[in-house]
């Protein structure tokens, strides 16, 4: 530095300073969405995480969740040894361990249980991203007692497509961003699949030529940006739809042809009340379904190329009774003047005028701006097509139609609307991601009908349960389930009931278990109903034996999460960025409607603590319990490196295992082929994904597509590659209420003969949700949601040192108009009262909400002392669950009976029928959230200091001298830009193609 | 008092942010801070991360709120902000030390830490409240526009961008020279109508930012008819229209 002081210093900018000594890929973990990452690693510690620009699901970006990854690695939450309970359950007094004293301990318990009666086990496994594994090691042991998060999730959507159109929203499926004309999304917030739904919505308004309607009761987000914002009445989606195929069916904007060459609607149905085929479809002795060949005069095999059906009309069968197309049904159904736009405008909070211009733009939009693509395509029926005709209408859906009790026909009724409309899996409309489309009903059915000692079940615990014999239920009709999942109170429940566990087992309903074994699901917290009265049942004890109500619970989990003090023993699990794993076909895959993908997570760095990934411990049990698919003839491990091992070598079929690139031995083959002892490498090689683009003309029309059908099937998605004809009317349904009306062996016990005879009606119906239904709409007057914000969307450990600088507390959000009705202002401190309790938070007033409702951020809450934030976070003070006035069953029946709060059809958790009344609180009162509990103590940690972080100062170093190169030009959405403004080339971000 | 350059900078790098696809998912703002809290101005520091008042330094914050509209309607709105790099830039003319400056070769407002006083007039100076002061070292601190990223030959070229920028998932991001009337970034303001904020100021910031575009809301804004044309009547009479239907598979 220069001795004169007031001389200026020229600043020496480093403009190329070293930034890694190596770059390790991966994929994220901070949500569901699995995106590729690059790992930026400097002196063995992370320097910088980036989105891999050659991923399929990311292509580069990365959101604000996987760039706070840093954070999450070396949170001070994160649990350092196992650990052993030495207090009361509940108190959170542990002692450390040793792994060896672990394993031998959860052994030691399991195996007498598998010995004895292995139902005694419950392994519900939350967030995991390895159901294909865990839900297997379920079904070795022997116990039907698995099941992961979705039953709390979006199992109305995985269920209610997959039974539709055999395949779903969700994450299965995603709009033609490029060719779509009009999109709508329901009830979608922040959701996954958080990264593509960004770049979709980003890239279709760049692009300008669609219109984007969202459907929602809080305008946030993805909502703030659509061309329009419906602020609907929660749960009243479903009525909506039924209005909008009202206007359609009745301006006959109909896609005919698309009706009789992909779906049900000309199979004819059998009209003979009291007969125990009434509402089955009327079939050749062949077992195809009829229709009425308009042509011929005559029925015929409604699959065949070569009829031409009636859609409507009453036939006679071969043996005198009288059939009618289905089409007939749902038209019948939806013409009803009570589905007209001006009768169900009130219940749904939109103007009728907004209803019929709604269904005039989809009409618009679909049969007047067709989309050609000149991709010529082979169908089903072995014709060739020139080209690609699509309706470009798309449309996504997600919890906010999941999370209702009426959420499994809404979704239904969203997918009938689609297919009138002709606009499932055609340019421009919703394409299904691989391995979907499924044809219905071959999904696997639920194993767990026979459980014996020390006896695997027969297959997977999980799966689609398509007509009562498929129910796990006693002769009398007891759920087999601890969850009471497949049973006669929610017979389709795909996904399991992981909401119910902890009562059931608490209450020995329908009987006790001995160990409640959990991974990555904070079922002490946020991830359940009724909060206070769920920890209560975690420490109640039998006061006849001074035993736990729930004898044992083992927990694995990286964190000090809210779960923790609840559970026996603790077996602590590695972050994302310390492992492996496999994001499988045979999973959650992270598909594209053009092809298949999966990937791996290898571990970038190594564990500066005693913990271990899950999967590997899991797969260690069970070799140590000897369940069969893990131990060879010898007796010694099949597995022996851990989790790894598993991902290149087990098989579910042959040639078929978690992996599907790079299969046979060189590595030659996909989907199906011989293990290849390298794959692995090829991964790594390949930045941590497997990726196949198929031809264009695969891309579309899959369910109907030969060229398509003829791959899917050499690959093993499908058994054979016939049509998959989707499903107008649900046969499947139909059957289950026929059992209640008497019909076959396995009929429901008579108390819920009426609940099954309502619900399991074969075209959509909608009614309110329950909890509106039982509670007084004066005492109860708003409806009470939650979203989570973007950036801890489907994320947990929300503790994360960034983002909680974004979000730490939450407030109760109101409409200006409704607060005013209730003297309530901006900033004022309220009571939140539902019929199962209240909490009392603090007010924002907004004006972007449906005025009947009531929201606020979730999972904002935290215990006091929990993921070892201090006790006075504003998370513990200004922060406060909804759960906690959820009740996981919904009010007594007259008889006293009570439900779940859920679907009736699925079992999915309805958390957004909640209903509620607002108060303003006592002045004395302000100022603290309620419900407040107890501290969870404080445990010492490894990783940040508790004064200021400083992270990255190590980084800094001595100029490298360099001032580098030219700068390049970034276009966000380069591609669709240059479609806009001229003059800019396409390409990608700054790698324009053919720059002038 | 500190000069800017003598001559405009003819290359004036910077940022033009999409707030019509800006869906305020803050993935900005995170990625910013995990790439400069190891660059240049590093660390960026994060008062009591674990504890009671969580805060720290950030070069890019988001802010979102709600503007009520002319007819009664209203627009939620998603505002990313950071250092707009401006021509004049006041933060630059009133630093005491030079330690605030203006790059002569690409316009980019830097702040050299070792020479900064941390006497904070930068930051009452800029009209924006774009500076960050770190309490904890003693500095003002600012968005780089990642001068140590753009330029880097230790990273690909793909990843020599602003981390706002790439890690954009809406691809609501651009970066480019706005000097260069003919850049991409310059056509694309010039056919959006990208704006200055707060152009009254007079701080001819060089970032721009771009209106939402027209919303297609209302009656005929898709080319559709306000309401479709009934065929048939409520209840059953369609199906003797549809009877005769000849269609074939």
């Given amino acids: 530095m220069s001795l004169n002081p007031f001389e200026t210093v020229r600043e020496v900018v480093d403009t190329s300073p070293a930034v890694a000594d190596e770059i390790k890929t991966t994929t994220c973990y901070m949500c569901a969405c699995r995106c590729g990452i690059k790992v930026y690693l400097r002196d063995g510690r992370i320097r910088y995480i980036e989105g891999n620009r050659d991923h399929p699901i990311n292509k580069g970006v990365l959101c604000a969740k996987g760039s706070a990854g840093i954070m999450q690695h070396y949170s001070p939450a994160r649990l350092s040894k196992p650990l052993l309970r030495v207090g009361e359950r509940g108190a959170g007094e542990f002692k450390e361990i040793e792994w060896e004293d672990a394993l031998d301990i959860a052994v030691a318990w399991l195996s007498e249980i598998r010995s004895t009666d292995p139902r005694k086990l419950a392994l519900f496994t939350g967030r995991d991203q390895s159901q294909a594994m865990t839900g297997w090691w379920a079904s070795q042991f022997g116990t039907p007692n698995f099941a992961a998060h979705g039953g709390f999730c979006s199992v109305n959507m995985a269920a209610g497509g997959c039974f539709t159109i055999g395949g779903s929203f969700w994450e299965f499926g995603e709009p033609d961003w490029e060719h779509t004309r009009y999109f709508m999304m329901f009830g979608v917030a922040e959701d996954h699949d958080s990264n593509p739904l960004k770049a979709g919505i980003g890239r279709l308004k760049t692009l300008g030529k669609a219109k984007f309607v969202s459907v929602n009761p809080i305008k946030t987000g993805y909502s703030a940006v659509a061309d329009e914002w419906i602020g609907i009445r929660p749960g009243t989606d479903g009525l909506f739809a039924f209005a909008l195929m009202h206007e359609l069916l009745r301006a006959e904007k109909i896609d005919w042809q698309y009706l009789v060459r992909y779906t049900n609607a000309p199979w004819l149905v059998i009209q003979d009340v009291g007969a125990e085929d009434d509402g089955l479809f009327a079939r050749d002795a062949a077992g195809n379904p009829l229709c009425y060949d308009v042509t011929q005069q005559s029925l015929a095999s409604a699959l065949s190329a070569e009829v031409s059906p009636a859609l409507v009309g009453e036939y006679t069968l071969a043996d005198g009774r009288k059939a009618v197309p289905s089409f007939q049904l749902v038209a019948e159904r939806y013409l009803d003047p009570q589905y007209a736009p001006d009768a169900v405008a009130e219940r749904c909070g939109i103007p009728a005028d907004t209803i019929r211009r709604i269904a005039a733009e989809l009409a618009h939009a679909a049969f007047s701006q067709e989309v050609v693509l000149d991709v010529e395509w082979t169908d089903w029926a072995g014709r060739k097509q020139d080209k690609m005709v699509g309706r470009p209408v798309s449309m996504h859906a997600m919890r906010g139609i999941s999370a209702h009790s009426n959420g499994f026909h809404t979704c239904r009724a969203l997918h009938l609307l689609q297919m009138l409309l002709g606009s499932v899996d055609v340019p421009g409309g919703f394409r299904y991601k691989a391995p979907f489309p499924k044809p219905i009903p071959s999904f696997p059915k639920p194993a767990g009908h026979t459980v014996a000692p020390n006896t695997p079940i027969a297959g997977a615990p999980l799966g689609m349960t398509t007509e009562p014999a498929d129910l796990l239920v006693e002769a009398d009709g007891t759920p087999k389930r601890i969850d009471k999942a497949f049973s006669w109170e929610n017979p389709i429940s795909a996904h399991g009931l992981m909401q119910m566990v902890i009562h059931n087992a608490w209450k020995g309903d329908p009987y006790p278990i001995d160990t409640l074994f959990m991974y990555m699901a904070n079922m002490g917290w946020n991830s359940s109903m009724n909060v206070p009265g769920t920890l209560k049942m975690l420490t109640d004890k039998d006061p006849a034996t001074g035993e736990y109500k729930i004898p044992r619970i083992i927990y694995s989990d990286a964190y000090y999460s809210e779960m923790i003090p609840y559970a026996d023993l603790i077996l602590p699990d590695t972050t994302y960025l310390e492992r492996w794993d496999c994001i499988s076909l045979l999973d959650r895959p992270i598909c594209s409607a053009e092809g298949p993908a999966d990937s791996i997570r290898q571990p970038v760095l190594k564990p500066d603590r005693d913990v271990r990934p899950f999967q590997d411990v899991l797969l260690e049990i069970g070799a140590r319990l000897r369940l069969p698919g893990l131990t060879k003839e010898d007796g010694s491990p099949r597995y022996p490196g851990g989790y790894p091992d598993y991902m290149v070598n087990h098989e579910r079929a042959p040639g078929i295992g978690p992996l599907a690139g790079w299969r046979g031995a060189d590595g030659g083959k996909h989907g199906k082929g011989e293990v290849n002892p390298n794959q692995l490498q090829r991964y790594i090689e390949n930045g941590c994904f497997w990726h196949y683009e198929m031809p264009p003309e695969h891309q579309y029309f899959k369910h109907a597509n030969k060229g398509y059908l003829d791959y899917a099937a050499s690959v093993g998605w499908i058994a054979s590659p016939q049509q998959i004809v989707l499903h107008l009317y649900s046969e499947h349904l139909q059957k289950f209420r026929l059992a209640a009306r008497g019909h076959g062996d396995v009929q429901p016990p008579n108390e819920h003969r009426q609940r099954i005879e309502a619900y399991f009606d074969p075209v959509p119906i909608w009614y309110a949700p329950f909890e509106e239904q039982a509670v007084s709409g004066e005492d109860f007057p708003l409806h009470a949601l939650t979203q989570r914000p973007m950036h801890m969307y489907h994320s947990w450990g929300s503790q994360n040192a960034w983002l909680r600088q974004i979000t730490a507390a939450n407030r109760l959000f109101i409409h200006h108009a409704t607060a005013a009705k209730h003297g309530i202002a901006d900033d004022d401190w309220i009571w939140v009262t539902s019929h199962h309790g209240r909490v009392k938070a603090q007010v924002r007033l907004m004006d972007g909400v449906n005025p009947e409702t009531v929201w606020t951020w979730n999972a904002i809450g935290k215990r006091k002392g929990a993921w070892n934030l201090d006790p006075k976070a504003p998370e513990s003070t200004r922060g406060f669950l909804l759960n906690h006035i959820i009740s996981e069953l919904l009010p007594e029946r007259k008889d006293g009976f009570r439900y779940a709060n859920a679907d009736p059809v699925t079992g999915q958790a309805a958390w957004y029928d909640l209903r509620v009344r607002i108060e303003k609180c006592a002045p004395e009162e302000a100022g603290l959230t309620t419900p407040q509990f107890d501290a969870m103590p404080k445990r010492t940690a490894k990783g940040m200091p508790r004064g200021p972080l400083r992270y990255g100062a190590t980084f800094r170093r001595t100029p490298s001298g360099k001032t580098g190169g030219e700068h390049h030009e970034f276009i966000g959405n380069r591609t669709e830009t240059a479609e806009t403004v001229p003059g800019v080339a396409p390409g990608h971000g700054n790698r324009p193609k053919g720059k002038k | ?249």
């Fill in chain 2, 1 to 249: 008092m500190t000069s800017l350059p003598e001559r405009q900078p003819e290359t004036k790098l910077g940022l033009v942010i999409d707030l019509d696809i800006c869906v305020g998912c803050h993935a900005c703002a995170v990625n910013c801070k995990e790439w400069n809290t190891g660059g240049h101005s590093a660390p960026l520091t994060d008062y009591d991360p674990y504890g009671a008042d969580p805060s720290g330094v950030w070069f890019n914050r988001i802010h979102s709120f709600e503007v009520a509209g002319e007819n009664g309607d209203n627009r939620t709105v998603h505002f990313p902000k950071s250092c707009l790099h401006c021509d004049d830039a006041p933060c630059v003319t009133v630093c005491p030390t030079g330690a605030s400056y203006k790059r002569e070769e690409d316009g980019i407002v830097l702040v050299n830490a070792d020479t900064c006083i941390g006497c904070k007039l930068c930051s009452w100076a800029c009209p924006y409240g774009a500076r960050e002061y770190d309490q904890d070292e003693g500095v003002m601190k600012k968005c780089t526009l990642c001068v140590d990223k753009i330029y880097n030959e230790n990273l690909d070229v793909e990843s020599r961008v602003p981390a706002c920028v790439s890690t954009c998932p809406a691809g609501a991001r651009h970066f480019g020279n706005l000097g260069d009337p003919s850049s991409d970034v310059s056509l694309l303001v010039a056919a959006r109508g990208g704006y200055d904020l707060m152009p009254e100021q007079g701080c001819k910031p060089t970032n721009k930012y771009l209106p939402p575009r027209p919303r297609k809301t209302g009656p005929g804004a898709t080319g559709a008819p306000h309401a479709l044309t009934p065929q048939v009547a409520d209840g059953g009479g369609a199906f003797l229209r549809w009877i005769d239907k000849v269609l074939s598979r």
